[in-house]
C-alpha cells in the first residue's frame, strides 16, 4: 500500500495527505464553525424535558420568557449566512413537524465538529462529502428498522402525545394532554384523514390552566366592530384580508379639485362606492364578514345598515383556520366570494378577561373544536400554547404514518451503535466517517442527561453498555437510564426522519464552503446625488486610474 494512503485502522490520526505536508496548507477548514457552535450554544441548554428557560428580549425591545428553540430562533437577528442557514432549516423541520428544532441545531452542528475533526487531519473535502453523503444515506435507511411500536386506529393516542407534550416544566400536563388528545379525535374523519386547521385554538388570560375546557365550533380571537354584534341563524361568511374600505385608501393620489363643488362631488362618489361595496356583499346574502386588517368608519356604518356583522381578528392564523373549516376561499379585496362559509350561527363571547367570537354548527358533529386557554400570566399561555400545537403537530403525523421509535436519546444511540460497528469494518473514508457520525448522535443523549442534572459519563456509560448488549430501548430519564417502552417515551418517525434528512442536507451544504464573501453595496453620500456634472467629474473613479486602450 502506498505510503500516502494509510488504512482505515490509522484514521482518523493520520489521513491522506499528511496535515504537515506542504499541500495541506492549502485546504481550508470549516469557515462556517464557529458560527453554529454559538447558535448551538445558545439553544442547547433548551434541548429536552429538563431544559432551561430564556429571558428573551425581541429585536422590538419585548421580553419573552420561553424555552422553545422555535421561539428562541425565529426571534434572533443572525448575520452569520451559515447560522441563517442552519436556522432557516430548524424553523423549516418546525414547522411541517411541529417539533425537531433544536434536534436539527445541535445535530448538525456535531456533525460539523466531527467533520472540521477529519479535515484538520488531513482529509480531503471532496472525499469528506462524499462519505458524509453515504452516512447519511445508510442512517435514513436504517431508521425505520428501529420503529417497533404504532398507534393503532382505535387506540387512545394520550401516551404518544403526552411525550410530545411534557416539555419545559409544563404544568397539568395530563390534563391538557386529555383535551388534545379528545379534541384530535373528535375532528379526525371516518377514512382516517386528519386535518389540523379543524382544531382551533383561543388563548384567553385568566384563571387556571385546569379551566381551560373544549368548545363547539370554531372560536377566534377577535371582537365584533359595529352595531350587528350576532346572527343566530343561516349566517353567511366571507373572509378579506385586506382593509374593510376602499381598496388601497392610503395610496399616494393627486385629485384635481378646483372648486368647493368638485370637493362635494369628490366625497359623494367615494360614499357612493363604498355603499356600492357593501351592497354587492348583502346581494350575495353575505351576513358575517371576517376581517384581517383595518376597518373604516364609513364602511361599517354601511354594513350596519346591511345588517352585516363585521369581525375584526388579531391574526392571519384565525382567517386560515376560518378558510379551512368553512370550505370558502381569503378574499383580498372588498368582494364577496363566490360561495360563502355557510354555519348555524355566529356570537361573541367572553371568556374571562379577554373576547372571543364562536362559529358554530348546528348538527351534532360539528366541523371543528376549539381549544380554550386559560391562564393568568402570558408566559404561562404561550408555554401551553406550544405544546398544544405540537400535540396537534404530532397527531397529525401518526394519522399519515403511525410507526413510532423509541425516545429519550434511545433512537440516537441505537444508531450510533450500528453505525460504530460498521465503520470499523469499512476501508477508506467512509470508515471514520460513519465513526464520527456516531460520534456526532451520541451527543444528542449526552446533553439529555446534562440538562437533567446527571453523571453525563456515568450515564452514558450505561447507556453505552446496555445497547452493546443489545437493548436499543433504554434511553435518558429523570434520575439516570429508563426503558422508554416501559415509561411510553416515544418519538414519530416521520419527524425523525424529516430531521435527519434536514440535517444532512445542511451538513453536506456547509462541508462545501472554503470561504464566506459578503458583497455589500457602497454606502450612498450626499455628494453621490449632486447633480451639478462639474463636481461629478472631479471625482475620482472608484476602478481608479486605469488604461484600457492598449
Known amino acids: 500500500m502506498d505510503r500516502g494512503a494509510p488504512s482505515a485502522r490509522e484514521l482518523p490520526e493520520r489521513l491522506w495527505p499528511d496535515p504537515r505536508s506542504p499541500g495541506a496548507q492549502e485546504q481550508h477548514l470549516l469557515s462556517s464553525l464557529a458560527a453554529v457552535h454559538t447558535l448551538a450554544r445558545v439553544i442547547r441548554p433548551c434541548y429536552g424535558p429538563h431544559g432551561l428557560q430564556k429571558l428573551l428580549v425581541t429585536a422590538t425591545g419585548e421580553t419573552v420568557l420561553t424555552g422553545y428553540a422555535t421561539a428562541i430562533l425565529g426571534a434572533l437577528e443572525l448575520e452569520h449566512p451559515a447560522a441563517q442557514l442552519l436556522r432557516d432549516a430548524a424553523l423549516n423541520q418546525a414547522e411541517h413537524s411541529g417539533d425537531g428544532a433544536a434536534f436539527v441545531v445541535l445535530l448538525a452542528e456535531a456533525l460539523l465538529a466531527q467533520a472540521e475533526h477529519l479535515m484538520l487531519a488531513g482529509m480531503p473535502r471532496a472525499q469528506l462529502w462524499e462519505a458524509y453523503a453515504t452516512a447519511a444515506a445508510e442512517t435514513l435507511a436504517l431508521l425505520p428498522s428501529l420503529a417497533i411500536r404504532s398507534l393503532g386506529p382505535l387506540e387512545d393516542p394520550f401516551w404518544v402525545l403526552y411525550s410530545v407534550m411534557n416539555t419545559h416544566t409544563l404544568s397539568q400536563t395530563d390534563f391538557l394532554t386529555k383535551l388534545v388528545a379528545h379534541a384530535c379525535g373528535a375532528v379526525k374523519e371516518l377514512d382516517g384523514g386528519f386535518h389540523p386547521e379543524r382544531v382551533g385554538l383561543c388563548t384567553l388570560r385568566g384563571g387556571h390552566l385546569e379551566d381551560s375546557c373544549l368548545l363547539p365550533g370554531l372560536a377566534v380571537a377577535g371582537k365584533p366592530c359595529g352595531q350587528v354584534t350576532m346572527v343566530l341563524s343561516g349566517a353567511r361568511v366571507a373572509l378579506f384580508a385586506c382593509t374593510f374600505g376602499l381598496a388601497n385608501p392610503n395610496a399616494p393620489a393627486t385629485a384635481c379639485l378646483s372648486s368647493p363643488a368638485d370637493l362635494a362631488k369628490f366625497r359623494k362618489r367615494s360614499e357612493q362606492l363604498l355603499e356600492k361595496q357593501v351592497a354587492q356583499l348583502a346581494t350575495a346574502y353575505v351576513n358575517v364578514a371576517v376581517v384581517w386588517g383595518e376597518i373604516e368608519e364609513k364602511t361599517l356604518t354601511q354594513a350596519d345598515k346591511y345588517g352585516i356583522m363585521v369581525v375584526q381578528v388579531k391574526s392571519r392564523r384565525e382567517l386560515v383556520y376560518l378558510s379551512e373549516v368553512l370550505g370558502t376561499p381569503l378574499m383580498p379585496y372588498l368582494i364577496p366570494p363566490l360561495e360563502p362559509g355557510k354555519c348555524q350561527r355566529v356570537y361573541r363571547q367572553e371568556l374571562g378577561e379577554g373576547l372571543a367570537v364562536v362559529f358554530e354548527w348546528a348538527c351534532p358533529g360539528t366541523p371543528a373544536l376549539t381549544l380554550v386557554l386559560r391562564g393568568a400570566t402570558t408566559e404561562g399561555l404561550r408555554g401551553a400554547e406550544q405544546a398544544v400545537y405540537h400535540g396537534i403537530d404530532a397527531y397529525c403525523q401518526l394519522c399519515q404514518d403511525p410507526r413510532l421509535l423509541p425516545g429519550a436519546g434511545a433512537t440516537e444511540m441505537a444508531l450510533a451503535k450500528i453505525l ?96 464566506i464573501v459578503v458583497a455589500k453595496k457602497r454606502p450612498t453620500h450626499q455628494s453621490d446625488l449632486n447633480p451639478n456634472p462639474k463636481k461629478a467629474k472631479e471625482r475620482p473613479s472608484p476602478v481608479g486610474k486605469k488604461s484600457f486602450n492598449k
Open 420 to 515: 460504530s460497528d460498521k465503520g470499523t469494518k469499512l476501508e477508506g473514508p467512509n470508515g471514520p466517517v460513519f465513526l464520527a457520525f456516531a460520534q456526532a448522535l451520541r451527543c444528542l443523549p449526552a446533553t439529555l442527561a446534562e440538562n437533567a442534572g446527571l453523571a453525563v459519563s456515568n450515564v452514558m456509560a450505561e447507556m453505552n453498555a446496555a445497547h452493546q448488549a443489545g437493548n436499543f430501548l433504554i434511553g435518558v430519564g429523570d434520575e439516570g437510564i429508563i426503558n422508554v417502552a416501559q415509561e411510553e417515551v416515544w418519538d414519530t418517525l416521520i419527524a425523525k426522519a424529516q430531521g435527519l434528512q434536514a440535517i444532512a442536507d445542511v451538513a453536506l451544504q456547509l462541508t462545501t464552503i472554503d470561504e
